[in-house]
């Protein structure tokens, strides 16, 4: 399985941005779908998980309410829309993966995740 995630950069304040994440090598509806982000030198920090199908999804506090998690069956794909950006959103992003859905503690951690991809940068102006 291979992660790829694309859409970050650079956008002011109040901005919007649209993260997808394009998964290959086995089809979306078997897995667990999840965002994580990450400051230099900070460890990984959940952002948001879903269940395939949209059953179940949880969102940090931080991010509730300004970001949602949604996944594209047909086009293999997850992504992560963020609105109302702040400049501590700043943070490289990282998609990932899951093959089952653990209790929801163990589900915001990275451990619950098997596949990973290549981080994306988000930086937000002030």
């Known amino acids: 399985v291979q992660l790829q995630a694309s859409g970050g950069g650079l956008v002011q304040t109040g901005g919007s941005l649209k993260l997808s994440c394009k998964v290959s090598g086995r089809t979306l509806n078997t897995y667990v779908l999840g965002w994580f982000r990450q400051a230099p030198g900070k460890e990984r920090e959940f952002v948001a998980y879903s269940s395939w199908n949209g059953a179940r999804t949880e969102y940090a506090d931080s991010v509730k309410g300004r970001f949602t998690i949604s996944g594209d069956t047909a086009r293999n794909t997850v992504y992560l829309q963020m609105n109302s950006l702040k400049p501590e959103d700043t943070r490289i992003y990282f998609c990932?993966?899951?093959?089952?859905?653990?209790?929801?503690?163990?589900?915001?951690?990275?451990?619950?995740?098997?596949?990973w991809g290549e981080g994306t940068l988000v930086t937000v102006s002030s």
């Open positions: 990932a993966v899951a093959n089952m859905m653990f209790d929801s503690v163990i589900q915001k951690t990275p451990r619950a995740y098997a596949y």
